[in-house]
């Protein structure tokens, strides 16, 4: 246990610190060039399809594969997990081939901004990012499948393998391919996430090339398919939307605002999974035991632990946007024009930080207590929400309007998942929560003020990286302990709970899967 702990705790944070890697070497050779912009544009059906395809396909194989296994009925679950697998392969290289013979005619439709040529390469990258549909899909469903059978290290290697793949091809061509040398890193990547997973699938010996249209656990998968395949299509055409405003641009805005993107992410992809993913087989236990105020108790819970998190994160990644994009990305070609469009669109990005990582503790409790149609129906009314907003918002913000839009929906989607949760339950305690709350803001606005007051200072960086990197280490050490002194002073009890939870989350071995819109490709 100890060293199965040891080596996925690494693993994750390899493959996250990678990911992040990928981002810097991005920059550092194509910034916010319309190279950038371009290719993810191109990604951007790619990217919908797996959503869809693999979100939906996972969240209903896994809940009829487990339950095979547990009833002892290991050889109808494998025949089961053959179909889809079989099936899978073949529909999505279908798939594949017609969306390289039909990509002039839907490019143009996400990217009805860009001129000619760009369009013209923006076709061409997307006909070269079709096999990764396979490739991506295929992985997410054995990732579920080694998972059931408590196999998780080598689906820890994917996010590394991808990474590593992507950053390694990227130094290799790219003085010889230019910007073509992401679109093959990023499909030799997806390909590798499936490679590293193959012996640890085809070593349980229960692989087999056959296809049973008849077994009675389609039929039980087809029940789920419906409310889980409108609820991930409603996040990817929130992405789809976001690409199509902001092709209409000026050049450089669309990667901008993937920079800006994940930087945001990048304190909820550490943190808020990991406590959500702790809680919740915690809360489906409760709601099994009909135990409404253990789940409301523990929502709570969880609620305050992403707002310790999430507000002083808010708040470092708004007052420090500037010195955290020059100390990151400013190298090569990612310049002072990049510094300071990226900077400008961080604070808009991030002020959905706090609801989206709510959001993911909400949802989980709806699952948990079997609910799914509401939170369709609410994930569907907070895309429409967002796309008005966009629309209303792009002649005068222009992307800081997008990422906005993208902010208050999901500040709406919070609010309404909330209101769910507490109708599920009648035990949500509101004033504890609001307690917490305030004292959470309390401690971070000691912290922002004296953000603020370093700043004031006037002291400035030489402009290289060892000397940015220890300025800015040197502003969140003193923001963070400054935060903590202040949470403890206050009070604040989540001080204590969040490090055990997160503890917890390695300790069980389980790892939390990719639930934002951040997907691999793009």
């Known amino acids: 246990m100890t060293g199965s702990t040891l080596f996925i705790m690494v693993a994750t944070l390899g493959s996250t610190m990678l990911g992040f890697m990928r981002e810097v070497v991005n920059a550092r050779f194509f910034g916010t060039q319309w190279e950038m912009d371009t290719f993810l544009a191109a990604a951007t059906i790619p990217t919908i399809l797996f959503g869809v395809f693999n979100g939906a396909l996972v969240s209903a194989l896994v809940p009829t594969f487990s339950e095979y296994l547990a009833h002892g009925e290991e050889d109808a679950a494998w025949q089961l997990a053959n179909t889809i697998v079989n099936l899978l392969a073949i529909i999505l290289t279908v798939c594949a081939v017609i969306g390289w013979f039909l990509a002039p005619y839907y490019v143009p439709l996400i990217a009805h901004g860009f001129p000619g040529p760009q369009m013209s390469v923006a076709v061409q990258m997307t006909r070269m990012l079709m096999p990764s549909i396979i490739a991506v899909s295929l992985s997410g469903v054995l990732t579920a499948m080694l998972n059931a059978y408590q196999r998780f290290r080598a689906a820890a290697l994917t996010g590394i393998a991808l990474n590593a793949v992507t950053i390694a091809t990227v130094f290799a061509l790219e003085y010889k391919i230019g910007i073509f040398a992401i679109v093959y890193g990023t499909l030799w990547g997806l390909i590798a996430q499936l490679c590293v997973q193959l012996p640890a699938f085809l070593s349980i010996g229960r692989f087999r090339f056959q296809i049973d249209l008849h077994h009675p656990g389609l039929r039980r998968m087809w029940t789920l398919l419906g409310p889980i395949v409108v609820g991930s299509a409603a996040g990817q055409i929130a992405l789809f939307f976001d690409r199509f405003f902001a092709s209409t641009l000026a050049p450089g805005y669309i990667a901008g605002m993937n920079y800006a993107t994940k930087l945001v992410y990048f304190p909820l992809q550490i943190f808020a999974m990991a406590i959500a993913t702790v809680i919740f087989p915690l809360l489906a236990a409760q709601f099994a035991r009909s135990n409404r105020a253990g789940v409301g108790a523990t929502v709570v819970t969880g609620l305050r632990l992403v ?195 997160i503890l917890q989350k390695f300790e069980r071995n389980v790892l939390s899967p990719p639930e934002t819109r951040d997907v691999p490709i793009a």
Request: aromatic share 8%; charged share 10%.
């Open 307 to 501: 707002n310790f998190i999430t507000i002083p994160a808010t708040v470092a990644i708004v007052v420090l946007g500037r010195p955290i994009v020059q100390t990151l990305f400013e190298r090569g070609v990612f310049e002072a024009n990049s510094v300071n469009l990226t900077a400008s669109l961080l604070p808009y990005a991030a002020l959905g930080l706090i609801a989206l990582a709510a959001n993911v503790v909400l949802t989980r409790c709806c699952f948990a207590c079997k609910e799914t149609a509401w939170p369709v129906a609410i994930s569907v009314l907070t895309v429409l929400v967002n796309v008005l907003l966009s629309i209303l918002w792009l002649p005068t913000l222009g992307a800081r309007g997008l990422l906005l839009a993208n902010s208050l929906s999901q500040v709406l989607q919070s609010a309404l998942l909330f209101g769910l949760v507490w109708h599920l339950t009648h035990a949500v305690d509101v004033r504890t929560l609001g307690a917490s709350f305030m004292k959470i803001v309390g401690a971070s606005a000691v912290m922002l003020a004296t953000l603020h007051w370093i700043a004031a200072l006037g002291v400035h960086p030489h402009p290289n990286l060892i000397s940015r990197a220890w300025y800015l280490f040197g502003q969140i050490a003193i923001g963070g302990l400054v935060f903590v002194a202040a949470a403890r002073l206050f009070d604040v009890t989540e001080l204590q709970f969040a490090a055990k939870l």
